[in-house]
């Protein structure tokens, strides 16, 4: 077994019995992320193209007044904030991943359930992005081509398809070349994806003939709204966008372990998470009023927007940025968990590459069937379920990490497959499992049972909530 230097840092060689650095503590040579780092996270993972679909319908779906939905997606912004804060430091103290972070609390083999639980997530969301980003590629395709229209299969055309089968390509390209050159790509991509959105406000606005916020006020109105259907929808909305970030915060580690150090991700978190929620909202209501008041109608996929427009400059730069930003994400905060949940399961025989092609090979039917298929379950109860189902985890090492260890593990323990503080009964910790499985599933019967309706927008909560009380209740037992 390897030491660990006083830094986080490994001395001697790799924990894992391959060395696969992936899972080892970073070192304090690798703690380079400042508070721009952080904050180019969760810039371009509000920015993504499903992120817009996403907070461009709650604008539409939930029946409430534009504003009382704008500060419905503040608040979610803040509430993530503080979350995200408690589970990213223990990765910025230790330099631990999260697949390593879990070993604490459910063992040094029961950490194995959380991990690949997340990383079915990821592959999800990776899936998913991979589809929302060959948007914008068919976008690009158009606009320089001027095809239009075709057959379809599983509800895509020739031109969708050819640009879908590129991005999954692209991302295997990307990956296999080194994460390195993806986090330059990442920084690089955020504030374009700013300047191609006002860009498109302003054509709008034109079009409107300066009507544009008064007619977008207008369209969210609810004359017929109260008090009590207002705040409904305002619950609704803010538990729709903290399950839409409940994969990134519960291995939010995975990021902050690179962090100089605590006040650098904090401060990265306050000025990446409210700001861009106030920003990035407030031109998605612009956009899906000025859409409607021009076109007639309510669109909430921002290509489709551009495409209406018949610029093909605009077209062009749009695709290329959109693509650039939901790729850039989507390998960022959906590669990685998948891969590292992937190959946790198994360091010694599963690669960095290999689980990077297993992670893509389910990305390419996740992606390919979401037109026909997936998408047609609706995007709320897809966020909310997969949110329902991380929540308890995230409760459970929230309450073992402060409450139980007091802010202080033992990392070389962590590492350790045969024994130590963390190996519990036989690399299980039964009493956190427990506590999980119960949470778990009545998290998910608050989405999908009607009678539970009357919790709708809790659903995360609820489940980080009892699987922490769980989790305390049997740890006393």
Do not use: C
């Not at 359930?113 to 997340?118: G, K, V, W, Y």
């Not at 498109?200 to 009507?211: F, H, P, S």
């Not at 409940?246 to 306050?270: H, P, Q």
């Not at 949940?341 to 690669?351: R, Y």
């Amino acid at each position: 077994m390897s030491s660990i230097d006083q830094a986080g840092g490994i001395a001697g060689g790799t924990l894992d019995p391959d060395g696969h650095k992936t899972l080892n503590p970073v070192g304090s040579d690798e703690k380079t992320w400042g508070w721009f780092a952080t904050f180019n996270i969760w810039a371009n993972d509000v920015q993504s193209l499903f992120g817009y679909s996403l907070v461009a319908s709650l604008f539409i779906s939930f029946g409430v007044g534009g504003w009382t939905a704008f500060a419905a997606l503040i608040a979610a912004g803040l509430f993530v904030m503080w979350m995200v804060n408690l589970s990213g430091a223990p990765g910025e103290k230790y330099g631990i991943p999260y697949p390593v972070l879990a070993r604490a609390s459910l063992g040094t083999e029961g950490a194995k359930l959380p991990a690949i639980l997340r990383a079915i997530v990821a592959t999800f969301w990776y899936g998913a992005q991979v589809y929302f980003a060959s948007t914008a590629v068919a976008l690009l395709i158009r606009s320089v081509t001027g095809i239009s229209g075709g057959s379809e299969i599983l509800g895509m055309t020739g031109v969708d398809w050819i640009a879908f089968l590129i991005v999954w390509v692209f991302h295997i390209v990307i990956f296999w070349r080194g994460m390195g050159w993806v986090e330059k790509f990442l920084n690089f991509a955020g504030p374009f994806v700013y300047l191609v959105m006002i860009g498109l406000v302003i054509v709008l606005w034109q079009r409107a003939d300066g009507q544009l916020l008064s007619a977008t006020a207008t369209i969210f109105a609810n004359p017929e709204g109260t008090f009590a259907t207002e705040f409904k929808g305002f619950v609704a909305i803010v538990g729709t966008m903290v399950a839409y970030f409940a994969a990134v915060m519960i291995n939010f580690s995975d990021f902050s372990r690179y962090s100089r150090s605590n006040a650098e991700m904090k401060k990265g978190n306050l000025l990446g998470l409210p700001f861009n929620m106030i920003l990035f909202s407030a031109l998605a209501l612009l956009t899906t009023g000025g859409a409607a008041v021009v076109f007639g109608e309510e669109i909430i996929n921002p290509t489709e927007i551009v495409e209406r427009t018949d610029s093909v400059v605009l077209g062009v730069i749009a695709a290329i940025t959109f693509f650039a930003a939901t790729v850039g994400i989507n390998l960022v905060a959906n590669f990685i968990p998948a891969v590292n949940g992937i190959a946790n399961l198994s360091p010694a025989k599963i690669s960095f590459k290999t689980a990077g092609l297993i992670t893509s090979g389910f990305a390419l039917v996740i992606g390919g069937f979401w037109t026909a298929y997936i998408a047609n379950f609706g995007i709320f109860p897809f966020v909310n379920t997969l949110g329902a189902v991380l929540a308890p985890i995230f409760g459970i090492m929230i309450v073992d990490y402060y409450m139980h260890r007091k802010e202080t593990l033992n990392v070389a323990d962590l590492y350790n497959a045969t024994g130590g503080e963390y190996h519990y009964e036989n690399g299980w910790n039964t009493t956190a499992v427990k506590a999980f499985g119960l949470a778990a599933i009545f998290s998910v019967l608050t989405v999908w049972v009607p009678w539970f309706e009357f919790l709708s927008g809790y659903n995360w909560v609820i489940g980080a909530a009892l699987g922490a009380i769980l989790f305390q209740v049997f740890s006393k037992k």
